[in-house]
């Protein structure tokens, strides 16, 4: 599981879930096993350490 430093950086990977970009630019992350969308992004980049689709790390869903 991925854990925040304090120090602008995050240790490990956030699973179970992956990101993808809109045409307008914003970045959306989308829970991985029940597909449904969570935040939205407007700022510059996409989210730290989360997976973008598709990410080529397909798992078993449960």
């Known amino acids: 599981m ?3 430093t ?3 950086y995050r240790k490990g990977a956030v ?3 992956t990101q993808f970009q809109h045409e307008n630019g ?3 992350k989308r829970d991985e096993r029940s597909g449904q969308f969570m935040e939205r992004k407007q700022g510059d980049g996409p989210f730290k350490g989360v997976a973008k689709e598709p990410d080529g790390r397909d798992t078993e869903n449960a």
Do not use: L, V
């Open 2 to 4: 991925a854990r925040n």
């Open 6 to 8: 304090g120090n602008d």
């Open 15 to 17: 699973t179970g879930r």
């Open 26 to 28: 914003d970045w959306q």
